[in-house]
Nanobody, 126 residues
Framework: VQLQASGGGLVQAGGSLRLSCVASKGTVSMYIIGWFRQAPGKEREFVAAIKWSGTRTHYEDSVKGRFTISRDNAENTVYLQMNSLKPEDTAVYYC????????????????????WGQGTQVTVSS
């Protein structure tokens, strides 16, 4: 599966953005889709993930209550709604996919992932 992330941009602190991850080749169905981010000079970090059914999600603590991951398998798209953005959310955001399984643990949703899309830049100004 090939993934393409979009929707990044420049926003003021407290604002919102919605990122999209579209499968341009293949389908997002039957895959766990995760969002990751990497800020300059920092390691890439997990942000959120959703199982193919949409019934299980997992978030990094720093984004809980502010970010919401959702998916529309019919549209081959996974979304990351980001509200109450903070300057520390500034990063390149990536979406990734891994085959889904019966493992519902948080660890299984954090990685490892097999397929990665290109990133989209999110910049939050103070």
């Amino acid at each position: 599966v090939q993934l393409q992330a979009s929707g990044g941009g420049l926003v003021q602190a407290g604002g919102s953005l919605r990122l999209s991850c579209v499968a341009s080749k293949g389908t997002v169905s039957m895959y766990i889709i995760g969002w990751f981010r990497q800020a300059p000079g920092k390691e890439r970090e997990f942000v959120a993930a959703i199982k193919w059914s949409g019934t299980r999600t997992h978030y990094e603590d720093s984004v809980k209550g502010r970010f919401t991951i959702s998916r529309d398998n019919a549209e081959n798209t996974v979304y990351l709604q980001m509200n109450s953005l903070k300057p520390e959310d500034t990063a390149v955001y990536y979406c990734a996919a891994k085959p889904d399984s019966l493992d519902y643990t948080a660890d299984s949703m954090r990685g490892p992932y097999n397929y990665w899309g290109q990133g989209t830049q999110v910049t939050v100004s103070s």
